[in-house]
């Protein structure tokens, strides 16, 4: 499954036990944005509920951008799993010394979704070009 729209995308790929998100966006938020949206394909449509109309500030601490990166996918998958809740749409990224705070608004689930157990940094790549980012 992929996305493409804008200079940013992702495709889901599957590899032994394991399910491989590539993103690729021009700027780190819109990466983070990006991971949100290719995170959110996973999850099936039956288990879409309600959309909520209130923001969330998701915080991730990390000292360096690949493990921010990392961070954002285990709290979606926190999310996801205990709080049922999907960010949908991603308003805004702020980067901060110790780490990220995204501002989001998403759906709540009708159950838990548990496919993902973790996202780890064994594998994690974070590049910055001339064409943007791509993790």
Known sequence: MSSESKGRGHDLADHTSEVVLRIHAMTFPDLIAEAARGFADLVPERLLGVPETASRDVCVSATD???????????????????????????????????????????????????????????????????????
């Open 65 to 135: 951008r690949a493990a921010v990166l990392v961070g954002w996918l285990n709290e979606l998958v926190y999310l996801a799993e205990v709080e049922r809740w999907l960010p949908t749409d991603v308003e805004r990224v702020e980067e901060e010394p110790s780490g990220l705070r995204v501002r989001a608004t998403g759906r709540r689930l009708t159950e838990s979704f548990a496919l993902v157990k973790a996202a780890t940094l064994h594998g994690a790549v974070l590049r910055e070009g001339a064409d943007g980012f791509r993790g």
